[in-house]
Each structure stands twice: as C-alpha cells, then as structure tokens.
C-alpha cells in the first residue's frame, strides 16, 4: 500500500498497472482489498488505485461523520496528487457508488465515464436514517462487531457461504476490523446523503451500472430503473451473485468493466 497526505490525513491506497487512471472505490464497511481479483485483472490495461476511503483500512481521519461529498473530495485531491491530469474512469461499489454520484456533481470535469455497482441513487427513509444513526451510537459504544454481524447475510448470495467460505472470512475480517469511528462516521454521512435520482438524467457520460441478480441491499429491478433513467447507460446484470458481485463473479465482473471501457474510449 502507498499512502498520500490529503489536507492532514493519511490516505492509503493501493496502485498497480499503467494506462488510463481506472478508481476503484469500495463499499461499507470494506476497504480498498474487496477489489482485489479486479486490480489483478484489469492492471494489465489500466493504471488502477483503489484507496481505503476516509478511516478505512489504512486510512485515517474519519470525524463525526463523513458525508459521500468528502469522502469523493478525499478521491478528487488523490487524483490530484497523483497527478492525472487525463479524465478518470471511475467505479464504485453501493457506497463507492453513492460517492461516485457525489463525484459526478463536484468533480464532473475529472471524469472520463461512470462504473456503479450494487447501489442506489435514493436517500434513505426517514426510518432507515434514523436507524442508521443508532446503529452509529451503538457502533460506538459496543464496536464494528454490531455490523459486521448485521450485514454479512446481506452481502453474498447463498451458495457463495459454501462455495467461497475463504470470500466471506476474509470480508467479514475487514469488517470486525474497521476503525468503529470511521464505520460511524460514515453511517452517517449515509444517513445524510442526497436523492440522486433527479441527476441521473443529466449524468452526460458513458456509464455502466452493475447488479448481482439476487442483491437484497440493492435490488436488481430498483438497479435496471437507474440505468434507464441514465441516457444511453449500460447495464449487467450478474447471475447468480449478491450485493458483492465483483467478489462472488470477479471474472464476469472485471469482463463486464473491460468491455465497457474498451467502448468508453472508442
Ligand atoms: C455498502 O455495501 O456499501 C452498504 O450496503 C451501503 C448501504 O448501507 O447503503
């Protein structure tokens, strides 16, 4: 891992490959390793980072909350101080998307095309932030441990348990972890996060979006509803997997991204 001082914060991230800048940004409460299989494949044609976003991983800094706007400004500076000046090409996974949204709208100009993955464009319900928030103060109080256990039968479709038993450790690992600051700081940054869906019109790049067929975080049919409501937005709908699609079907995954890159860039 290389680390970049952004404003007073160490931010790490993981680099290989050479080519156009290819961001790879993870979801909650992960780190930048959840794109392994895909760093390892897509180096070979694109410069991919993939950061531990703000108090994740070996990433320090998180406060109160983290909103998706710093955490996309946090990527914004590290593109900066990496110094790609070509626009990027950026992914993200369902709180890596929601960043990806927020980066649309404050860094459109540093932006070549649009990958999101298992995510959505709605804010939450009232409800759901308000439990979002407790389940902050409890992060707090008891440890990264009370999500970890929560969201780990959310995140993989059944047969991967058995099939990958090594996947789900690994990310459950990442998850127990998890600094219990940055995991509630983020908790609510989500819970304050915008509707996007009024911007997926005006989204004026080439975006793909990706779903694991029997996502239950970010269902199939609430996914293909943003892709059409995106103008001419691609869309993969990856059999058999769950909410982490690039960690169930990595080789249908990183396909699916090459493809969409190779068209991008015709
Ligand atoms: C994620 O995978 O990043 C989370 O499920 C996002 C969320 O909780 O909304």
């Not at 680099?15 to 992960?30: C, D, I, K, S």
Request: with cysteine; net charge negative; hydrophobic share 45%.
């Amino acid at each position: 891992m290389k680390t970049a001082t952004i404003d007073t914060r160490t931010m790490a991230y993981h680099e290989a490959g050479q080519g156009p800048a290819l961001l790879l940004v993870h979801g909650f409460p992960l780190d930048h390793s959840m794109w392994n299989e895909q760093i390892a494949s897509l180096s070979n044609q694109y410069r991919v980072i993939a950061p531990d976003l703000r108090g994740f991983g070996k990433s320090d800094g998180a406060g109160e909350v983290t909103t998706m706007a710093d955490f996309a400004d946090d990527v914004a500076k590290l593109v900066d101080h990496l110094g790609i000046e070509e626009p990027i090409h950026f992914c993200g996974l369902s709180m890596g998307g929601y960043v990806a949204w927020q980066f649309f709208l404050r860094h459109r100009a540093k932006l070549a095309s649009l990958m999101v993955c298992d995510s959505r464009a709605a804010a939450d319900s009232p409800e759901a932030a308000e439990g979002r928030r407790k389940t902050a103060s409890k992060v707090l109080a008891e440890g990264s441990a009370v999500v970890a256990d929560a969201m780990l039968p959310k995140l993989f479709g059944e047969w991967v348990r058995s099939a990958m038993p090594e996947v789900v450790e690994a990310t459950d690992r990442v998850m127990r972890r998890t600094s219990p600051v940055a995991v509630a700081a983020a908790l609510g940054g989500m819970a304050a996060r915008i509707d996007f869906t009024p911007h997926l019109a005006k989204v004026d790049l080439p975006t793909l979006i990706v779903c694991g067929e029997h996502d239950v975080i970010s269902p199939l049919a609430e996914m293909k509803t943003i892709a059409d409501a995106i103008p001419g937005a691609k869309f993969c709908a990856v059999e058999g997997a769950g909410h982490m699609s690039p960690l169930e079907k990595p080789q249908i995954v990183s396909g699916a991204i090459r493809e969409f890159l190779t068209s991008a860039m015709a």
